[in-house]
């Protein structure tokens, strides 16, 4: 659900942008007693992208999550001061597309990958373009 609502904003958003636009989805759970059962939660991200893990001392922080708070802290910057998340040392980042819509999993191992299968999209546009809207919200 929350891709397809990201799918319909991004494409809608790229069609009338004068810029790219750039779609992720954040994979990495962060440490903490609840780490299993919430896994990778909204807004879990920000301080990987803030690169200010150390305000949160309690959820003991390992080396992996330095790694990815740099890598998110990279990109973020990257986008600041270019409009484009991508740099030298990072792995690509692609601009998403609304026919073919691909967005970076960050995670460890970040990588580009396909947002939605092909059946799918095609579900969506055919709910999407009868009326229907998508939404995150149940």
Known sequence: RWISALWTWAAHRATEARAPVYAYHFEHAPPGPDA?????FHTCDVP???GNLAAAPQRCFSDIDRQVSDLTSAYW???LARGNPNGDELPHWPQLHP?????LRIRPRPSAGEMLSMPTLSSIRRHVD???SMTILP
Do not use: I, V
């Open 48 to 50: 990987y992208w803030l």
């Open 36 to 40: 299993a059962r919430f896994g990778a």
């Open 99 to 103: 026919e073919l819509p691909t967005m």
């Open 77 to 79: 910057m990257n986008f």
């Open 130 to 132: 009868g009326g229907g």
